[in-house]
């Protein structure tokens, strides 16, 4: 069964801090996404990766930085917290040979920054 | 730039009474288009797909949506609704040219009456 899964359900932090995201998955696919989730805005993408080291920005990038050490696993980091990143995190993978590139999303991460 | 606009932000609806949420999306190419669905406390997931065939597809639950590539349109429905659809659906659209990134609507939060 495919599965991914991210490091917090829940994460309250200060202001200034310095978070990591974690989001594993064990799949096998190529690709893997971020996105934050805000009501009214739907979904939308941070950062991408399709390969290990590789990434690519996504619409919103500014404020946050992402890491692909290894296939399995997409780390997204946000270098100094503000309050405007309160937000629900998703990560994603999907597969490359994939005809229609849908995606398998993990449970979410709710980032609160005070 | 490609663009997904969902018609509705919620939609009340009475158990049995049928459901069509409206999509249309902005991009001049080939595309694969998308429902997910977020039960509440649970991941996105994959409701149906389009990405070649058929424009009728039909998806989970009793769900099916048709493009309809002239008006450039991928409508949900679903015939009788049950207390158990509440929830919000987002439609999203792949850009062949665009690789792997996919745009999400703004999301339809659906609340089933029982």
């Known amino acids: 069964d495919v599965k991914v899964t991210q490091s917090s359900r829940y994460l309250v932090k200060r202001t200034g801090e310095k978070v990591f995201l974690e989001c594993v998955q064990d799949?096998?696919?190529?690709?893997m996404f971020w996105y934050r989730q805000d009501p009214g805005l739907g979904l939308r993408l941070i950062y991408f990766?399709?390969?290990?080291?590789?990434?690519e920005k996504g619409d919103i990038p500014e404020g946050y930085s992402v890491s692909r050490e290894k296939k399995e696993r997409f780390s997204l980091i946000l270098e100094s917290a503000s309050t405007n990143q309160t937000s629900m995190y998703l990560c994603?993978?999907?597969?490359?040979?994939?005809?229609?590139?849908?995606?398998?999303f993990g449970p979410g991460t709710r980032l609160t920054v005070t | 730039a490609q663009s997904v606009s969902q018609h509705n932000h919620h939609v009340i609806l009475s158990e049995a009474a049928s459901l069509e949420l409206g999509c249309n999306y902005s991009?001049?190419?080939?595309?694969?288009l998308f429902w997910y669905v977020q039960y509440p406390g649970q991941h996105l997931q994959l409701l149906l797909k389009?990405?070649?065939?058929?424009?009728l597809v039909k998806g989970i639950k009793g769900f099916e949506a048709e493009f309809i590539k002239s008006k450039f349109s991928f409508n949900l429905r679903k015939p009788s609704v049950q207390w158990s659809d509440t929830a919000e659906y987002f439609c999203?659209?792949?850009?062949?040219?665009?690789?792997?990134?996919?745009?999400f609507g703004a999301g339809t939060r659906l609340f089933v009456k029982a």
């Open positions: 991009y001049g190419g080939t595309v694969n």
């Open positions: 999203a659209v792949n850009g062949i040219l665009e690789g792997f990134k996919t745009i």
């Open positions: 389009y990405f070649s065939g058929d424009p």
């Open positions: 799949m096998d696919h190529e690709n």
């Open positions: 990766s399709y390969d290990v080291k590789m990434k």
């Open positions: 994603a993978s999907s597969p490359q040979k994939s005809s229609s590139y849908e995606q398998y």
